[in-house]
């Protein structure tokens, strides 16, 4: 079946340092969704992305899927302490398929 | 407009008993989805469902099984707890008019469940 990881599992940054993850599935992706949950929250929806090399900003983030839509990464610029938290991306395959959650990858930010 | 709820929010429950948790999404939302989540296995789907009928399914057994009523509401149901079954179980909706493609899932707070 479709599984999506991402890599660093962890990462401990101080504030100001930028902040990358990487999401890869082992399948093609229709879309992919990036969310950010905060310690003792939930899941909350970031952005998505559609197309084939695809690049869009959110202030100092920075979201990217693949040429070949099996990979995704989202970079952080100047990480801030309110950047605390647990980045997942999720994708989806062709027809009407499962939406699946990557491994997450835990974010801390010391000031 | 008011976010997804879940309840109860916290429950503890004894290894061989059974529970059933609830989920009404934001309304207009037609699409449901279930996810257990475990320090160890991440976000882990359950199962879909859309106008009461279960779209897709992930890989538990048969002991975790769902419905979702005419309102949209949704409950899913374990049977037989075991002590692996602890975790945090999030619900999410959906407007579901762009079935399949990619709609942005809303979390609710989730339910908290532990067996003991």
């Known amino acids: 079946g479709q599984q999506v990881m991402q890599i660093p599992q962890y990462q401990h940054v101080q504030e100001g340092e930028d902040f990358t993850t990487y999401c890869n599935s082992s399948?093609?992706?229709?879309?992919i969704q990036w969310y950010k949950q905060r310690p003792g929250g939930h899941p909350v929806f970031l952005i998505q992305l559609v197309k084939s090399g695809e690049v869009k900003k959110q202030k100092r983030l920075t979201f990217q899927f693949g040429e070949a839509k099996k990979n995704s990464s989202l970079h952080i610029t100047a990480t801030q302490t309110t950047d605390v938290g647990t980045y997942f991306c999720a994708g989806r395959g062709t027809g009407f398929q499962k939406l699946v959650f990557g491994t997450g990858t835990r974010l801390l930010v010391s000031p | 407009k008011a976010g997804v709820t879940q309840t109860p929010r916290y429950l503890i429950k004894t290894r061989g008993q059974q529970v059933t948790l609830s989920c009404s999404p934001i309304?207009?939302?037609?699409?449901v989805s279930w996810y257990q989540q475990t320090p160890g296995q991440g976000l882990q789907f359950l199962f879909e469902?859309?106008?009461?009928?279960?779209?897709n399914k992930g890989n538990f057994p048969g002991r975790f099984s769902g419905r979702q009523f005419s309102n949209s509401r949704s409950e899913m149901n374990v049977s037989t707890l075991e002590l692996g079954d602890s975790a945090l179980y999030l619900c999410?909706?959906?407007?579901?008019?762009?079935?399949?493609?990619?709609?942005?899932?809303?979390f609710g707070p989730g339910t908290r469940l532990l067996v003991l």
């Open positions: 469902y859309f106008s009461e009928t279960q779209r």
């Open positions: 399948t093609t992706l229709s879309n």
């Open positions: 309304s207009g939302h037609r699409s």
């Open positions: 999410a909706s959906s407007l579901g008019r762009d079935i399949g493609f990619g709609e942005t899932q809303y």
